[in-house]
T-cell receptor
Framework: NAGVTQTPKFQVLKTGQSMTLQCAQDMNHNSMYWYRQDPGMGLRLIYYSASEGTTDKGEVPNGYNVSRLNKREFSLRLESAAPSQTSVYFC???????????FGQGTRLTVV | QKEVEQNSGPLSVPEGAIASLNCTYSDRVSQSFFWYRQYSGKSPELIMSIYSNGDKEDGRFTAQLNKASQYVSLLIRDSQPSDSATYLCAVKYGGSQGNLIFGKGTKLSVKP
Protein backbone atom coordinates (compact mmCIF):
# COMPACT_ATOMS: atom_id res chain seq x y z
CA ASN A 1 0.00 0.00 0.00
CA ALA A 2 1.84 3.10 -1.28
CA GLY A 3 -0.35 5.73 0.44
CA VAL A 4 0.44 9.19 -0.98
CA THR A 5 3.08 9.35 -3.70
CA GLN A 6 4.68 12.56 -4.91
CA THR A 7 6.93 13.10 -7.89
CA PRO A 8 9.58 14.33 -8.28
CA LYS A 9 11.43 14.22 -4.95
CA PHE A 10 13.89 16.95 -5.94
CA GLN A 11 13.79 19.62 -8.62
CA VAL A 12 15.87 22.65 -9.58
CA LEU A 13 14.24 25.24 -11.83
CA LYS A 14 15.41 28.46 -13.36
CA THR A 15 13.38 31.59 -12.76
CA GLY A 16 10.51 31.73 -15.24
CA GLN A 17 10.39 28.01 -15.97
CA SER A 18 7.22 26.04 -15.41
CA MET A 19 6.65 22.64 -13.89
CA THR A 20 3.99 20.39 -12.47
CA LEU A 21 4.26 18.51 -9.20
CA GLN A 22 2.35 15.27 -9.25
CA CYS A 23 0.51 13.61 -6.37
CA ALA A 24 -1.46 10.38 -6.29
CA GLN A 25 -3.12 8.51 -3.44
CA ASP A 26 -4.42 4.96 -3.35
CA MET A 27 -6.52 5.19 -0.17
CA ASN A 28 -9.77 6.20 -1.92
CA HIS A 29 -9.72 9.55 -0.11
CA ASN A 30 -11.98 12.37 -1.20
CA SER A 31 -9.92 15.29 0.12
CA MET A 32 -6.46 16.24 -1.08
CA TYR A 33 -4.17 19.12 -0.12
CA TRP A 34 -1.04 20.90 -1.25
CA TYR A 35 1.19 22.58 1.37
CA ARG A 36 4.50 24.35 1.27
CA GLN A 37 6.93 24.34 4.17
CA ASP A 38 9.53 27.01 4.72
CA PRO A 39 11.90 27.35 7.69
CA GLY A 40 10.09 28.89 10.66
CA MET A 41 6.79 29.07 8.77
CA GLY A 42 5.27 25.68 9.38
CA LEU A 43 3.01 24.11 6.78
CA ARG A 44 1.01 26.63 4.77
CA LEU A 45 -1.95 25.50 2.69
CA ILE A 46 -1.72 26.39 -1.00
CA TYR A 47 -4.83 24.69 -2.39
CA TYR A 48 -7.13 21.91 -1.37
CA SER A 49 -9.76 19.76 -3.01
CA ALA A 50 -12.65 18.47 -0.93
CA SER A 51 -13.79 16.10 -3.67
CA GLU A 52 -13.19 15.22 -7.29
CA GLY A 53 -14.02 18.22 -9.45
CA THR A 54 -13.68 20.86 -6.74
CA THR A 55 -10.71 22.97 -5.70
CA ASP A 56 -10.36 25.88 -3.27
CA LYS A 57 -7.65 28.36 -2.45
CA GLY A 58 -5.75 28.09 0.78
CA GLU A 59 -3.57 30.60 2.57
CA VAL A 60 -0.90 31.11 -0.13
CA PRO A 61 -2.35 30.35 -3.61
CA ASN A 62 -0.66 33.11 -5.63
CA GLY A 63 1.65 31.78 -8.34
CA TYR A 64 0.12 28.29 -8.31
CA ASN A 65 -2.62 26.40 -10.10
CA VAL A 66 -4.04 22.99 -9.33
CA SER A 67 -5.92 20.25 -11.12
CA ARG A 68 -7.91 17.47 -9.49
CA LEU A 69 -7.55 15.10 -12.42
CA ASN A 70 -9.60 12.32 -10.84
CA LYS A 71 -10.18 10.99 -7.35
CA ARG A 72 -6.60 9.68 -7.09
CA GLU A 73 -4.57 12.54 -8.52
CA PHE A 74 -4.06 16.18 -7.54
CA SER A 75 -1.37 18.16 -9.35
CA LEU A 76 0.22 21.50 -8.53
CA ARG A 77 1.53 23.70 -11.33
CA LEU A 78 3.98 26.57 -11.21
CA GLU A 79 3.51 28.55 -14.43
CA SER A 80 6.47 30.89 -14.02
CA ALA A 81 8.70 29.89 -11.14
CA ALA A 82 10.16 32.54 -8.83
CA PRO A 83 12.93 32.24 -6.22
CA SER A 84 10.26 32.90 -3.55
CA GLN A 85 8.75 29.53 -4.49
CA THR A 86 11.84 27.69 -3.29
CA SER A 87 10.38 25.41 -0.65
CA VAL A 88 9.47 21.87 0.32
CA TYR A 89 6.07 20.92 -1.05
CA PHE A 90 3.87 18.30 0.57
CA CYS A 91 0.77 16.67 -0.78
CA UNK A 92 -1.70 15.10 1.64
CA UNK A 93 -5.03 13.31 1.52
CA UNK A 94 -7.82 12.50 3.94
CA UNK A 95 -11.11 10.67 3.98
CA UNK A 96 -14.37 12.61 4.17
CA UNK A 97 -15.23 13.66 7.69
CA UNK A 98 -13.17 14.81 10.62
CA UNK A 99 -10.28 12.52 9.87
CA UNK A 100 -6.55 12.89 9.78
CA UNK A 101 -4.49 13.65 6.70
CA UNK A 102 -1.72 11.42 5.38
CA PHE A 103 1.31 12.97 3.76
CA GLY A 104 3.52 12.19 0.81
CA GLN A 105 7.30 12.23 1.15
CA GLY A 106 7.63 15.79 -0.14
CA THR A 107 9.25 17.54 -3.10
CA ARG A 108 12.22 19.78 -2.47
CA LEU A 109 12.09 22.56 -5.08
CA THR A 110 14.82 25.11 -5.64
CA VAL A 111 14.30 28.05 -8.01
CA VAL A 112 17.51 29.81 -9.05
CA GLN B 1 -8.42 34.61 9.49
CA LYS B 2 -8.05 31.00 10.55
CA GLU B 3 -5.10 30.71 12.89
CA VAL B 4 -3.33 28.00 14.80
CA GLU B 5 -0.71 29.26 17.24
CA GLN B 6 2.14 27.32 18.80
CA ASN B 7 5.27 28.32 20.69
CA SER B 8 8.12 27.74 18.27
CA GLY B 9 10.52 26.64 20.98
CA PRO B 10 12.94 25.10 21.08
CA LEU B 11 11.66 23.21 24.08
CA SER B 12 14.38 21.28 25.83
CA VAL B 13 13.64 18.59 28.42
CA PRO B 14 15.83 15.93 30.05
CA GLU B 15 15.31 12.28 29.22
CA GLY B 16 12.54 10.79 31.32
CA ALA B 17 10.77 14.11 31.92
CA ILE B 18 7.33 15.19 30.74
CA ALA B 19 7.25 17.42 27.67
CA SER B 20 4.26 19.73 27.39
CA LEU B 21 3.32 21.22 24.02
CA ASN B 22 0.55 23.78 23.59
CA CYS B 23 -1.63 25.08 20.79
CA THR B 24 -4.44 27.61 20.48
CA TYR B 25 -6.84 28.06 17.60
CA SER B 26 -9.13 30.85 16.43
CA ASP B 27 -12.31 29.17 15.14
CA ARG B 28 -14.81 28.08 17.80
CA VAL B 29 -16.69 25.74 15.45
CA SER B 30 -13.66 23.51 14.75
CA GLN B 31 -14.30 19.87 15.59
CA SER B 32 -11.10 18.03 14.71
CA PHE B 33 -7.66 18.47 16.20
CA PHE B 34 -4.46 16.64 15.41
CA TRP B 35 -0.86 16.39 16.55
CA TYR B 36 1.79 15.47 14.02
CA ARG B 37 5.46 14.72 14.57
CA GLN B 38 8.02 15.69 11.95
CA TYR B 39 11.63 14.60 11.98
CA SER B 40 14.13 16.75 10.14
CA GLY B 41 13.92 16.17 6.39
CA LYS B 42 10.89 13.89 6.70
CA SER B 43 7.16 14.30 6.17
CA PRO B 44 4.71 14.83 9.05
CA GLU B 45 3.25 11.73 10.67
CA LEU B 46 0.12 11.63 12.80
CA ILE B 47 0.59 10.78 16.46
CA MET B 48 -2.74 11.83 18.02
CA SER B 49 -6.21 12.99 17.05
CA ILE B 50 -8.81 14.39 19.45
CA TYR B 51 -12.39 15.45 18.82
CA SER B 52 -14.08 16.01 22.20
CA ASN B 53 -13.24 17.88 25.37
CA GLY B 54 -11.02 16.15 27.85
CA ASP B 55 -8.02 13.87 27.67
CA LYS B 56 -7.11 11.13 25.23
CA GLU B 57 -4.23 8.83 26.05
CA ASP B 58 -2.18 6.63 23.72
CA GLY B 59 0.88 5.07 25.27
CA ARG B 60 3.23 7.82 26.44
CA PHE B 61 1.17 10.49 24.66
CA THR B 62 -1.83 12.37 26.06
CA ALA B 63 -3.78 14.94 24.08
CA GLN B 64 -5.94 17.42 25.93
CA LEU B 65 -8.72 19.53 24.41
CA ASN B 66 -10.57 22.48 25.91
CA LYS B 67 -12.98 23.89 23.34
CA ALA B 68 -14.18 26.69 25.62
CA SER B 69 -10.63 28.01 25.84
CA GLN B 70 -9.80 27.00 22.23
CA TYR B 71 -6.76 25.15 23.50
CA VAL B 72 -5.15 21.84 22.62
CA SER B 73 -2.12 20.34 24.28
CA LEU B 74 0.11 17.29 23.96
CA LEU B 75 1.93 15.70 26.88
CA ILE B 76 4.76 13.28 26.28
CA ARG B 77 5.61 11.23 29.36
CA ASP B 78 8.99 9.58 29.93
CA SER B 79 10.49 11.59 27.07
CA GLN B 80 13.13 9.81 25.02
CA PRO B 81 15.86 11.23 22.77
CA SER B 82 13.96 9.64 19.85
CA ASP B 83 11.09 12.05 20.63
CA SER B 84 13.29 14.94 19.52
CA ALA B 85 11.42 16.39 16.54
CA THR B 86 9.11 19.23 15.56
CA TYR B 87 5.53 18.80 16.73
CA LEU B 88 2.80 20.30 14.59
CA CYS B 89 -0.69 21.11 15.80
CA ALA B 90 -3.40 20.97 13.12
CA VAL B 91 -7.05 22.05 13.16
CA LYS B 92 -9.70 21.18 10.61
CA TYR B 93 -11.72 24.26 9.70
CA GLY B 94 -14.96 24.44 7.77
CA GLY B 95 -16.54 21.17 8.78
CA SER B 96 -15.90 17.69 7.50
CA GLN B 97 -15.01 18.89 4.00
CA GLY B 98 -12.98 21.82 5.20
CA ASN B 99 -9.29 22.43 5.09
CA LEU B 100 -6.56 21.47 7.53
CA ILE B 101 -4.56 24.35 8.99
CA PHE B 102 -1.26 23.85 10.78
CA GLY B 103 0.60 25.81 13.40
CA LYS B 104 4.25 26.64 12.84
CA GLY B 105 5.37 23.79 15.06
CA THR B 106 7.30 23.44 18.30
CA LYS B 107 10.79 21.98 18.15
CA LEU B 108 11.39 19.55 21.00
CA SER B 109 14.83 18.45 22.11
CA VAL B 110 15.17 15.62 24.63
CA LYS B 111 18.62 15.56 26.24
CA PRO B 112 20.08 12.22 27.37
Amino acid sequence: NAGVTQTPKFQVLKTGQSMTLQCAQDMNHNSMYWYRQDPGMGLRLIYYSASEGTTDKGEVPNGYNVSRLNKREFSLRLESAAPSQTSVYFCASSATGNTEAFFGQGTRLTVV
Amino acid sequence: QKEVEQNSGPLSVPEGAIASLNCTYSDRVSQSFFWYRQYSGKSPELIMSIYSNGDKEDGRFTAQLNKASQYVSLLIRDSQPSDSATYLCAVKYGGSQGNLIFGKGTKLSVKP
